[in-house]
Each structure stands twice: as structure tokens, then as C-alpha cells.
């Protein structure tokens, strides 16, 4: 094994050494400062929410049209620890919208869906998202990929909560994976001219919609889903 893929190897391990439930202390202060985003507008989210009262509820708290599909800075809170990160949100205004660089996420009571394909154990979700992303950006070289999940109804708060956490976690493991191929090492350690530029080469944005008057496209097949 060369000493690229024994970090790596390492590294995967670290991230998977961890409860359940991820926490936001487990990102580092660069994995941190990547998953947000450059809004000045600040929000609160309450996943619990059913999904009207979300919209209106992050509607109520910025003075922009969310029938644009914004990208905020936003908070939850995770076992009593806020965790800040970019999200793009949009509101059912009627009309198409074009979201080719979309990677759909159902989070479930039981396990979590990709695009379609079911990963059932959730400790394992974060590395298969990081490769669903790597197979997206293959097949087009976005530098923004949209996150947009949605949630069973009935599901708990802190479910919810959790599992997004495992989303992002997916996101900073793609990040990692670009971080070894251009500076053999991790995130974390990286300078903040390095971290400007993984930033410049891609962005991990989580995405919530309320989209039942609209029309999302079906996104990449991406196959070996295990």
C-alpha cells in the first residue's frame, strides 16, 4: 500500500470510529469553515417541522425570496451543540426548476436513500455518499453540488437532526478525498491559502424544498451502490 491510500485508509477509519450519532466537535475547525457558506443572513432551523411551516418559518427570517432558491447560512442544534452550514432553500413558487448537480437524499426510519438506492446501514452512509458524489462530479465537473433531502413523515426531530449530520459528514469526506489528491493530506490540516482553494474546487450544499408544484430532474444513475 503507498503512502497516499495508508492516509486514506487511516483517516476512513478515524471517521468511523465514532457513536451513531455524529456531534458537531467530530468536524474539525476546517471541515467546519467549508460546510458554511458566505450569507450574511444567519437562520434557525427546526427540522421537526412539517414542511410548510419550515419554509415559512426561514421565510420569516430573511428578507429574501425564497422562490429563488437562496443559499443561507443555517443552524440546528445536535445533543444541545449548534452545527452551522450552507443551505439552498426553495419555497413552491410554481414553474421548472434546473438542478442538474442534485444528488436526492430520503432520510427513513430505518435506513437512508441515494438517488433511488437504499443504504441500510446508516454508519456506512457517509462513505457511500462520498462515492455517489465522486460518480456526479465524473460525470460533469460541478463545483456546486445540491444535497436536497427530504424526511418520512412521523420522523423524530433528533433522527432527522442526526442523520443530516451524516450528510454533511459525507460532504467533508469528499472534501478529504480532493484535500489527498492535491496536498496529501487531510482537511484539517491544511493552511487557509489550501483551504481556499479546495472551497474554490467544490462545495457540498445541503437543500430542503417544498416542491410539489415543481419539476426536478431525475438525477445522474450512478451504479456499484452497495
Known amino acids: 500500500m503507498n503512502t497516499n491510500a ?4 487511516i483517516l476512513i477509519l478515524i471517521l468511523l470510529s465514532g457513536c451513531d450519532t455524529l456531534l458537531p466537535t467530530e468536524f474539525c475547525k476546517n471541515e467546519l469553515q467549508l460546510l458554511k457558506g458566505n450569507s450574511v443572513d444567519i437562520i434557525n432551523i427546526d427540522l ?7 419554509i415559512n418559518s426561514i421565510q420569516s427570517q430573511t428578507a429574501l425570496d425564497l422562490c ?10 445536535v445533543k444541545n451543540q449548534e452545527l452551522e452550514f450552507s443551505l439552498l432553500v426553495l ?5 421548472n426548476t434546473k438542478l442538474p448537480n442534485v444528488i436526492r437524499i430520503l432520510l427513513t426510519q430505518d435506513d437512508m436513500i441515494i438517488n433511488n ?8 452512509f457517509d ?10 462530479r465524473g460525470l460533469a465537473p460541478f463545483k456546486e453540488v445540491i444535497y436536497l433531502i427530504d424526511w418520512e413523515i412521523g420522523m423524530a426531530r433528533e433522527q432527522i437532526n442526526s442523520q443530516t449530520v451524516l450528510v454533511l459528514k459525507g460532504i467533508t469526506n469528499y472534501s ?6 492535491k496536498f496529501n493530506a487531510p482537511i484539517c490540516e491544511l493552511n487557509p491559502d489550501q483551504l481556499e482553494f479546495i472551497d ?3 462545495k457540498g450544499i445541503l437543500g430542503i424544498a417544498d416542491y410539489s408544484n415543481r419539476t426536478l430532474p431525475n438525477a445522474p444513475q450512478v451504479k456499484e451502490m452497495q
Open 6 to 9: 495508508f492516509l486514506k485508509t
Open 48 to 54: 421537526g417541522l412539517v414542511r410548510t411551516d419550515l
Open 68 to 77: 429563488t432558491g437562496p443559499i443561507l447560512n443555517t443552524k440546528i442544534n
Open 91 to 95: 419555497n413552491e413558487c410554481g414553474g
Open 117 to 124: 438506492h437504499s443504504v441500510s446501514h446508516k454508519k456506512d
Open 127 to 136: 462513505i457511500v455518499l462520498e462515492h455517489v458524489t465522486e460518480k456526479l
Open 176 to 181: 478529504n478525498e480532493l484535500s489527498f489528491k
Open 200 to 202: 474554490s474546487e467544490f
